[in-house]
């Protein structure tokens, strides 16, 4: 069974950073895309960054380009996401999510419903 893992979320001041880690089991990053969510209460989920290890295609959603940064380690299967100058609006439960590397390259829009395999989430919490 293919089972994600994430973590690294916390509580940071605003322009502080964060790096979130995203494990996976059981999980081919020859064969999978991983994509980092977020929603906070009330709001839409958003994706947020996609890896598409295969071939390192990534994307960034135009809200955190410039601040965060997606990355991966095959030999760990692990993903990353580098959160930097973090604000208050990025506050959120993250998610990271993986799909088949089949289903496109990494590109707008992120979409929730081509990831059939998700984590728990991890609290990021930004204080003004």
């Known amino acids: 069974e293919v089972q994600l893992q994430a973590s690294g979320g916390g509580l940071v001041q605003a322009g502080g950073s964060l790096r979130l880690s995203c494990v996976a089991f059981r999980l081919s990053f020859d064969e999978y895309a991983i994509g980092w969510f977020r929603q906070a209460p009330g709001k839409e989920r958003e994706g947020v960054s996609c890896i598409r290890s295969d071939d390192g295609n990534t994307y960034h959603v135009d809200s955190v380009k410039g601040r965060f940064t997606i990355s991966s380690d095959d030999a760990k299967n692990t993903v990353y996401l580098q959160m930097n100058n973090l604000k208050p609006e990025d506050t959120a439960v993250y998610y990271c999510?993986?799909?088949?590397?089949?289903?496109?390259?990494?590109?707008?829009?992120?979409?929730?419903?081509?990831?059939?395999?998700w984590g728990q989430g991890t609290q990021v919490t930004v204080s003004s």
């Open positions: 999510a993986a799909r088949s590397s089949f289903v496109g390259r990494c590109r707008a829009p992120i979409i929730g419903d081509d990831y059939p395999y």
